[in-house]
């Protein structure tokens, strides 16, 4: 008992200096959202959100419990070997300190962009950042300055005044996505094609990896 106590400590004090991270899952594929879509990047997934939007596709992520506390240099070390551009989601990816992981990533010459609701102070060092707000945990206010892209899923007609007011937070060369939320993709992707069209400083995301049955 003493002895396991022990070990949790030490394996707490990795985590919080982010040099440990509960690693849910690690992919190679293609990025399917937003500006990168169709980059290949090598995607790590770290476990761990209390956001809870209902519609969440990766709600075994929440739980951080779950997911084994993972050496981050490891992390990198596939990364390296795998690609040239690495995607860091979750799971809210920023509860976690991704400066360590993000300085060897870039010390390996790879590209590190994330996948954040923005609920959770910034860290990390960033080639691209896609802010995505949610309405249960708003953005901190830093994040918004800092988004290179801004990714807001429409789920029913009220989310496009939240998108809007999103968007004016976010710095003017922010690029400006609307991407349907997948299990009510038929009903929304049609209002949100005649909504760009309307509004034509948005772009619309689809989740291209899920029609292409890739990861
Ligand atoms: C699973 S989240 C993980 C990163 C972070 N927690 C976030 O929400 O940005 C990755 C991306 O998928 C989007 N997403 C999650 N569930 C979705 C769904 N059912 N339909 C469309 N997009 C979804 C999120 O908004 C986010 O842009
Ligand atoms: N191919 C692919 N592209 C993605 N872009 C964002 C994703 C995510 O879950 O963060 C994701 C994902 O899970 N798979
Ligand atoms: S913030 Fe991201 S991971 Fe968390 S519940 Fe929402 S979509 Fe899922
Ligand atoms: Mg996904």
């Known amino acids: 008992m003493y002895i396991c106590s022990m070990i949790n ?13 509960p690693l849910m899952e690690e992919f190679y594929t293609i990025q399917g ?38 050496k981050t240099d490891l992390i990198v070390k596939n990364a390296a070997e795998n690609a040239n551009t690495v995607v860091v989601t979750g799971g809210e990816p920023l509860m976690w300190s991704l400066d360590y992981l993000t300085k060897m990533l870039q010390k390996n010459n790879l590209k590190t962009h994330i996948e954040t609701s923005g609920a959770y102070p910034l860290s990390g060092f960033w080639n691209w950042i896609c ?12 994040i918004y300055s800092e988004a290179h892209e801004l990714k807001m899923i429409i789920y029913n ?11 004016s937070k ?3 060369n922010c690029e400006l996505f609307l991407q349907p939320e997948w299990s ?8 949100i094609v005649d909504y760009v069209m309307k509004n034509p ?15």
């Not at 007609?157 to 968007?167: I, T």
């Open 157 to 167: 007609k009220n989310d496009f005044k939240f998108a809007e007011e999103q968007a």
């Open 131 to 142: 802010l995505s707000p949610k309405k249960t945990k708003l953005p901190l206010a830093p």
């Open 184 to 191: 009510n993709r038929e009903k929304m992707t049609p209002l």
């Open 33 to 70: 959202e937003g500006f990168y879509t169709g980059k290949a990047a090598y995607f790590i997934r770290i476990g761990g959100c209390d956001v809870g939007c209902h519609w969440c596709d990766v709600k075994e992520s929440w739980n951080a419990k779950l997911h084994p506390p993972t």
């Open 9 to 21: 400590k030490e394996i707490q004090q990795l985590i919080n200096k982010g040099e440990m991270l």
């Open 201 to 215: 400083k948005w772009k619309i995301s689809l989740q291209t990896h899920k029609y292409l049955n890739i990861p």
């Open 170 to 172: 976010v710095n003017e």
